[in-house]
């Protein structure tokens, strides 16, 4: 079973930094892409960032530009550096990995979710 953990959440000021870390059970290797997503109180869960195998990255608008996705492949772990925090960036947030089964097929994974909370 494929198990994904994240950890770095926590309570920061407007204007301020968190790294949040995601570790997965085995090598990332084979997860076509991996990222984060968040759902604030009351709101949808929305795509933060993706990184794909290849390198290639997304970010959502309200984030490009202060937050950065990166992966460590010896540690098997993605991370989320989050800079210039905004109150509205309260969230719980979400890793996501993505593995494809086929050319057609693919199955989600999720970790259980860290809270972010930016608040003065």
């Known amino acids: 079973q494929v198990q994904l953990v994240e950890s770095g959440g926590g309570l920061v000021q407007p204007g301020g930094s968190l790294r949040l870390s995601c570790a997965a059970s085995?090598?990332?290797?084979?997860?076509?892409?991996m990222g984060w997503y968040r759902r604030a109180a009351g709101k949808q869960r929305d795509l933060v960032a993706t990184?794909?195998?290849?390198?290639?990255?997304n970010y959502a608008d309200s984030v490009k530009g202060r937050f950065t996705i990166s992966r460590d492949n010896a540690k098997d772990t993605v991370y989320l550096q989050m800079n210039s925090l905004k109150r509205e960036d309260t969230a719980v947030y979400y890793c996501?990995?993505?593995?494809?089964?086929?050319?057609?097929?693919?199955?989600?994974?999720w970790g259980q979710g860290t809270q972010v909370t930016v608040s003065s």
């Open positions: 085995g090598s990332i290797f084979r997860f076509y892409a």
């Open positions: 990184i794909t195998s290849g390198g290639s990255t």
């Open positions: 996501n990995a993505r593995e494809s089964k086929t050319a057609t097929l693919w199955y989600d994974y």
